[in-house]
């Protein structure tokens, strides 16, 4: 039991960290504003291809935008994306870069399953539900202890759907 448990950690560590993994990390930590290489276009490639955005496009965008924000003073990776939000006509591909810097998976969830909420949630009779159907379900689960206000809510149901043909009383 021992070895088999450390051969897959191992086998798991040197998967998560391999050069190719860890090439993109490096590329998405430039695109941080504390990092010295902020915004190298070098360090950037990876990740443009990687999103398949266009290179000489995203390479002007950039050029552009490090003038732009060099006297502000930014401290996360969505500063910059905050920053160019209002401008995201001029600068579609650096938008879609940060975009797809900011939503990178950092970890793989394989055991997903077997949390003990989906457990509760996923029995036999349920289990050719949809991954949507299923997430709203675990939502509910997860969050059962907040108060909900059940005459509020009917108010509220009532105002929006006054066609309705259900009796609300």
């Known amino acids: 039991m021992y070895f088999p448990t450390i051969d897959s950690i191992l086998i798991e560590l040197n998967k998560r960290f391999s050069c190719g993994n860890l090439q993109i990390a490096n590329s998405i930590a430039s695109l941080s504003p504390v990092n010295e290489k902020f915004l190298d276009i070098q360090l950037l490639q990876l990740l443009i291809d990687h999103l398949h955005?266009?290179?000489?496009?995203?390479?002007?965008e950039i050029s552009v935008i490090k003038h732009m924000i060099e006297n502000t003073k930014l401290s996360s990776t969505l500063d910059p994306l905050?920053?160019?939000?209002?401008?995201k006509q001029a600068f579609p591909s650096a938008v879609a870069l940060l975009k797809g810097a900011i939503t990178f998976p950092v970890s793989?969830?394989?055991?997903q399953r077997s949390f003990s909420k989906i457990k509760l949630i996923k029995t036999?009779?349920?289990?050719?539900?949809n991954d949507e159907r299923l997430s709203d379900l675990g939502?509910?689960?997860i969050e059962k202890d907040i108060e909900i206000d059940f005459e509020n809510?009917?108010?509220?149901?009532?105002?929006?759907?006054?066609n309705s043909r259900i009796l609300l009383i």
């Open 124 to 129: 036999y009779a349920r289990n050719s539900m």
């Open 153 to 162: 809510f009917i108010d509220i149901f009532a105002a929006k759907h006054k």
């Open 108 to 111: 793989s969830v394989a055991c």
């Open 53 to 60: 955005l266009e290179k000489k496009m995203i390479t002007n």
């Open 82 to 87: 905050n920053e160019l939000k209002s401008m």
């Open 139 to 141: 939502v509910l689960a």
